[in-house]
């Protein structure tokens, strides 16, 4: 067993601090931290060999959107996006975008309020499919109609544009506005451009 130094370095209240050497495991594992903190200093973020915190996150998020953005082409190969949706769940999801974004201006119904009844045979800016997309998409400012193109994905206003062909010719009880545009015969219909 190791002897003790019994020198008294300071007395206080009754209280000795001695001069005790600390053991020698301790002492090296200490100096074998210090060894590896510079170390680790100098090649994280003096010599910049490591990759830090910043670079990892920076490189999952990088092959997180990569694989988001894959997924996302993967689903929209697999959608027929020139004609519209006859699914439920596309229809289901289109009709609860259009009720938090579009029936402020169309009504729940699509009949009209500031924006025009959606669901006659009356289109200002073309009954076809794509036409829908792009308005839905480019908006159409001088109207009022503003773009969904950065606040909703293209498979979300395919969702929106499939939601307005299945609900052509619903013939909602007393419509707001007045017909608006070109007549297109049998465009009210559902079935109508599909």
Request: hydrophobic share 40%.
């Amino acid at each position: 067993m190791a002897e003790y130094d019994e020198t008294v370095v300071s007395e206080h209240d009754g209280i000795k601090e001695l001069d005790n050497q600390l053991p020698r495991w301790w002492v090296i594992l200490f100096q074998l931290s210090m060894v590896f903190a510079v170390v680790y200093m100098l090649w994280f973020h003096v010599l910049g060999f490591g990759q830090g915190q910043e670079g990892k996150y920076a490189d999952n998020k990088s092959r997180a959107e990569a694989a988001q953005a894959a997924r996302q082409s993967d689903l929209l190969a697999s959608m027929d996006l020139g004609s519209p949706s006859t699914l439920g769940e596309v229809l289901s999801e289109g009709s609860d975008i259009y009720q938090a974004n579009c029936a402020s201006c169309h009504h729940s119904t699509a009949r009209g309020l500031i924006g025009p009844n959606l669901t006659d045979a009356y289109w200002l800016n073309g009954s076809e499919f794509a036409d829908t997309m792009h308005i839905i998409a480019k908006g159409k400012l001088e109207k009022g109609m503003q773009a969904w193109e950065s606040s909703l994905s293209l498979r979300q206003r395919h969702a929106v544009a499939s939601y307005l062909y299945s609900i052509r010719g619903s013939n909602p009880p007393e419509p707001v506005r007045a017909p608006e545009g070109d007549l297109i015969e049998g465009s009210d219909s559902p079935t109508y451009n599909l």
